[in-house]
């Protein structure tokens, strides 16, 4: 069954609200399973609601925009697993314990940004959300300034993320692409650009692991991270392929894992992968955090959390290249200082009684910026340590310290490492060391630092 939404009196004029006519042409479609078209225009509506075994169609050259107003937003779709953010709880395209779902085509979907607060209300709807949902497919589209996340797939499975152009610059929480309890993920070819994450795995939730995810054949720019694993890490986060990606100004990290909140992020292979003007190229901690009014805590968690596990990490064929533009500080929006020479490098980190277990790089190439000076660092440089034995005012936060004691490389208390094949260059003369490698067993070291 087809329907095309204009058969039904939609108006294409970029004025007119379709949403009803919109939402009745799901339903119907609902009876019989089929296709909902949507061509020849551009389409304005607020909250619409996928239905099983319909498919939205956007033809190339139309746009489904949405409603500047927030009326026009239901009040029935909010879910959001972090503690700190109460906002972003109205939601433009909805479905839950839904099935055989999608949308599809070469058309666009724009969030209309500008018409809404950049940050801190709940006046700004997320694009898209879906909850409980099995076999979903997105396909072929443009889609264009979200006013907040872009996507959230939440204890979902067997989702497709295909072929997409996501641009989300305007506003704060720029997401592109993110999981939560989520399995059976595959996205390939898609192109993201954004404020926040582009693309993020986490587990909110004990009862659904984050597993069996295959990442290929994609881009990334962001003003913060390329791909993030973890931090809201309470259930577990295993078997994932990362492959054949890019990554082009990522003013923080370009892979980042943080395993925060008690549970197992294990089996993650990175390979071959280019990375140009990227401050952190590979990020790993291990700790525990647990701020009910700071950034990050999930819902579900209750008190401090053992310090989990993180294990099984494979990086291979990377190279990394700062341009001259990494010389200069990075800030989002004006203010928010991102990233910054003194900031860089690779990062791998844990409390020296939870060791992380077995990493393996191999095949990199990292020519950095440089030029930092020893009065631009601190001399200190704080251990990773136990939330539940020091008061948090003691503890270093996550993102601190802000400088980076070595300028390509800082390693410390992982049980297993084999780095091989390793090459680093500075483009300007640094005073910091070459790299740290502390409180780990080492099963191979081959590292070259070469002069450019």
Partial sequence: ?????????????????????????????????????????????????LRSHV??????????????????????????????????????IYACDQENIGILGEGTLDGNASA??????SER???????????????????????????????????????LEIQNEKHYNGDGLDFDGSSHIFVNGCSII?????????????????EDVHISNCEFSSLCAGIRIGLKSIGDIRNVVIENCTMNKVWREGIKIECTEGGTISEIIVNNIAMRDVSRPIFVLLNNRFEPDGLGSSIELKEMPEIGAIKRLIFTNIIALDSEEMKYPHRRFGKD??????????????????????VTIQNMRYITAGG????????????????????????????????????????????GVYLENIVFQSIEEDEREPYYIEGCKIWKKEIMHVSL
């Fill in 1 to 49: 069954m087809e329907i095309d939404i204009r058969e039904y009196g939609a108006l294409g004029d970029g004025v007119s609200l379709n949403t009803s006519i919109i939402q009745n042409c799901l339903d119907r479609c609902s009876e019989k399973g089929g296709t909902v078209r949507i061509s020849g225009g551009t389409f304005v509506c607020g909250t619409i609601y």
């Fill in 55 to 92: 498919m939205l169609r956007i033809d190339a050259g139309a746009v489904l925009l949405a409603s500047p107003n927030i009326e026009d937003y239901g009040e029935d779709t909010h879910y959001n697993r972090y503690r700190n953010e109460t906002d972003l709880d109205r939601c433009w």
């Fill in 116 to 121: 809404f607060p950049n940050a801190g209300r």
């Fill in 125 to 163: 709807p997320m694009m898209m959300r879906f909850l409980r949902c099995r076999n979903i497919r997105l396909s072929g589209l443009r889609l264009y300034h979200a006013a907040g996340w872009t996507t959230a797939f939440l204890d979902s499975s067997y989702i497709w993320a295909e072929h």
């Fill in 194 to 210: 954004g404020t926040d994450d582009n693309l993020c795995l986490q587990a909110g939730s004990r009862e659904y692991p984050v």
């Fill in 337 to 358: 200082l991102m990233g910054a020479p003194w900031f860089n490098g690779i990062r791998i980190d844990a409390e020296e009684n939870h060791k992380i277990q077995d």
């Fill in 372 to 415: 930092v000076k020893k009065q631009e660092i601190l001399t200190e440089y704080p251990k990773v340590l136990d939330r539940k034995q020091y008061p948090a005012e003691e503890t270093a936060e996550n993102y601190y310290p802000d400088w980076s004691r070595a300028r390509y490389m800082d390693i410390r208390n992982v049980a």
